[in-house]
């Protein structure tokens, strides 16, 4: 079952979709979007891999980050630090619906979705498994040629969206690398080897930072968002296998 949901987040809307297995209470999983994405994600990503994750027992929550997709607010209000909040609140809502197991939770996060999901692995207790697609693991280099367009302006036009200067001065106090140390649990790091728009070196970084309980897929050929059929899914049969396997499901 798929079902509309929203919640708020700090003051403003946060609309998402649930996938909801036969058998409940089922363990769960937020995904989280990279930057300008949505939660269907391009080439509908997200919608494949949420589908295919319920059809194997997982409860999937997808959700539009503030000023993405259809949530409320502005992209130009949008700061890593704003995401991880509403990451939080996302977590947060799935382990309260009834249909969830909230001892069996687990987050994944693309691209710049996966600097903030590794930045949630780092502070929040409950989470059993993470799952990182692309991950973005040094964001101040990252998006350091953006920061030197802005000049004298406050709002950056980025490909017709509005980037705000708070996005960049926010990344002085990013720390993903440093942050995802804190989280125990298992973990996969799953990028294309031929990723163009963040370094398969990142992938690297994140599987030295989480330690001996990472496992680290490299996809070969495959470009930022795994745009082929069979990319993709390789991506999402590889992030299931280790997502039931962590979540203990299916006995």
């Not at 979709?17 to 269907?40: D, N, R, Y």
């Not at 949530?71 to 990451?87: K, L, N, P, Y």
């Not at 690297?204 to 930022?224: E, F, M, N, Q, T």
Request: some cysteine; overall charge negative.
């Amino acid at each position: 079952m798929e079902m509309q949901v929203a919640f708020p987040s700090e003051g403003e809307m946060i609309f998402g979709v649930l996938h909801l297995p036969e058998q409940v209470p089922a363990p769960g999983l937020v995904m989280c979007h990279g930057s300008t994405g949505h939660k269907a994600e391009t080439h509908r990503l997200f919608v494949n891999a949420a589908r295919d994750f319920c059809e194997h027992g997982l409860a999937v929550l997808r959700f539009d980050f503030r000023g993405s997709g259809d949530s409320a607010g502005e992209f130009r209000e949008m700061t890593v630090s704003r995401e991880i909040i509403d990451a939080q609140v996302a977590f947060d809502f799935l382990a309260s619906r009834s249909e969830v197991d909230a001892k069996r939770l687990a987050v994944l996060g693309l691209s710049l979705g996966g600097c903030v999901a590794a930045c949630l692995a780092g502070r929040e207790e409950r989470l059993r498994a993470l799952v990182l697609w692309a991950a973005v693991a040094h964001p101040r280099s990252q998006f350091q040629e953006r920061a030197a367009a802005f000049g004298e302006a406050d709002v950056l036009d980025y490909q017709g969206w509005g980037l705000g200067r708070g996005f960049m001065e926010d990344m002085r106090n990013l720390h993903p690398l440093e942050e995802v140390k804190n989280y125990r649990g298992p973990s996969l790091v799953v990028h294309g080897s031929r990723d163009e728009s963040v370094s398969p070196s990142d992938a690297s970084d994140y599987r030295i930072a989480l330690g001996g309980g990472c496992r680290l897929v490299s996809i070969r050929g495959a470009d930022h968002v795994f745009s082929s059929l069979a990319w993709k899914s390789e991506a999402i049969g590889e992030s299931r296998r280790f997502l039931l396997e962590a979540l203990q499901v299916g006995g």
